[in-house]
């Protein structure tokens, strides 16, 4: 019911080490667990009548992750948005972005701690000046930690995560690097260590436009 009406809240299925958003993938994972649920009940009969169903989440679970890459790998086009800042001012796409600077997207929640742990750097990169910053902060609620360190006109806050899901983000913290052409740099990156790899690569400056 939620991805039908667009929506991708936090899956918490496997405890604190599953706090992704959901999609389809997560439904092909859950109807493959069913039907070898149903396998083993069955005692092993029925296989060939379990076996179209469990070919079909086999590919939403493993087909997902890979259009997702596709989808969002080096010179594939940003995705397009519209969201609210900490001061209910709308942005899109555009108007963060900078036709030299290269903008760099990081996505957090609220009760991330990574995040909040990586936003004093987020805001040093800022700073200096050598690349755009907007935060993308899942839910409804304010992340006031980034609000105070980045800025609230750079905090945009993605109530139903929707962002999320066009750019391809799973976790948080993550980060997609945007030229001003409106290209992707390279695919998402995840974690602090992989963002600040990101921030680091000499082509996102050898590929602005000149």
């Given at each position: 019911g939620n991805l039908a009406r667009g929506r991708r809240p936090s899956c918490?299925?496997?405890g604190r080490f599953s706090t992704g958003a959901i999609g389809w993938?997560?439904?092909?994972r859950n109807?493959?667990?069913?039907?070898?649920?149903?396998?083993?009940?069955?005692?092993?009969q029925g296989t060939q009548i379990l076996a179209a169903p469990g070919l079909c989440a086999?590919?939403?679970?493993?087909?997902?992750?890979?259009?997702r890459?596709?989808?969002?790998?080096?010179?594939?086009a940003a995705a397009s948005f519209s969201l609210p800042d900490q001061d209910g001012t709308r942005r899109n796409l555009d108007s963060v972005l900078d036709p030299v600077r290269p903008l760099l997207l990081v996505f957090t929640q609220p009760t991330c701690g990574a995040c909040h742990l990586l936003m004093p750097q987020v805001a040093g990169w800022k700073n200096e000046g050598l690349i755009q910053v907007a935060v993308v902060s899942g839910g409804p609620q304010d992340d006031v930690i980034a609000g105070e360190l980045v800025g609230r006109s750079a905090v945009l806050r993605d109530v139903e995560r929707r962002v999320f899901s066009a750019y391809g983000i799973t976790a948080t913290p993550a980060a997609?690097?945007?030229?001003?052409?409106?290209?992707?740099?390279?695919?998402p990156a995840f974690g602090a260590s992989d963002i600040e790899a990101l921030v680091a690569r000499p082509a996102a400056v050898a590929d602005q436009p000149g």
């Open positions: 918490h299925c496997f993938h997560t439904v092909g109807l493959l667990l069913a039907v070898g649920g149903a396998a083993v009940g069955l005692g092993g086999l590919a939403l679970w493993v087909g997902a992750p890979a259009r890459q596709w989808s969002h790998r080096r010179g594939a997609v690097l945007i030229d001003g052409r409106r290209r992707l740099l390279a695919t």
